[in-house]
């Protein structure tokens, strides 16, 4: 299932919101299997573009795919298929887990209630107890248990780990992300908490100001930012290439990003006095730095 190996693809995606873009020409690919991250800063669009791929909201312009199914004309399919948990999702509070439960396996034709018992009893909830008795954090496990009694073949978690404790975002990524990735299963995660996500993600997409800057697999995009450092002589003029980010300089040391690292960078700076080496960068950082040459670029 998935059209080219992706789990969701988008041509030109455009969300407007009166004369405010949303979405502006977003292409994505995010392939199925994977556990996919979308980074962003608050309004970048990433909601935005959740709502647009279970056609809870219609984008102005451009296509988007979901499991081979367009989001236009076969959103009923697509829901079949799709789990979903929101921030803070509103449950009927005065039902019991078990009552909650029930009402949603009778929503689908397939349906496990094994994998969600598991979940839920192993951070000591109970299929008796009331939503209302729960806290917030074990609000959000119940429904991200539920998301998954269906068996989708995608999982799209819209900041629905914010507010977990850690006992419970651990039973979450244990349980939940990794049975879904071991089979098959494409998990697609928006959020702000970056040093967690990069821990389980695979792929990554940074959306800013409604645009994808960057797409890519974890890895591939690890090996190519990196942070370079080059001591030099007080006298010493150093460049950086046209394209670095964030280029600060001290009297005998000068620090920048690239987007595009080769060794050759390094031996560019292999004069008499200079010694460069590359420097590794955590997902947040490499999301900081390319965040803030944009918004630059556009005078924000």
Known sequence: MGENGYAITTENLTMRFGRKRALDGVNARIPRGSIYGLLGPNGAGKTTFVRVLLNLITPTKGTAVVLGYDVRKQPVEIRKRVGHVAALQPLWEWMTVREFAGLMEGCYPRWDNEPVRKIIS??????????????????????????????????????????????????????????????????????????????????????????????????????????????????????????????????????FTVQDYTPALLQSYSAVGMRAEAMDLTLEDMFIDLAQSKLKAEGK
């Open 122 to 255: 192993g951070v000591g909830i109970e299929w008796k107890d009331k939503l209302q008795t729960l806290s917030r954090g074990q609000r959000a496990l119940v429904a991200l248990a539920v998301a998954i009694g269906h068996q989708p073949d995608l999982l799209l978690l819209d900041e629905a780990l914010t507010g977990l404790d850690p006992i419970a975002r651990r039973e979450v990524l244990r349980n939940i992300i990794d049975a879904m990735h071991e089979e098959g299963r494409t998990v697609f995660i928006t959020g702000q908490d970056i040093p967690d996500m990069e821990r389980i993600i695979d792929h990554v997409g940074f959306l800013v100001g409604g645009h994808m800057m960057v797409e890519s697999p974890l890895d591939d995009l690890k090996a190519r930012v990196k942070r370079i450092r080059v001591d030099h002589p007080p006298e010493a003029a150093v460049e950086a290439p046209a394209s670095a980010l964030n280029v600060v300089r001290h009297p005998r040391e000068t620090q």
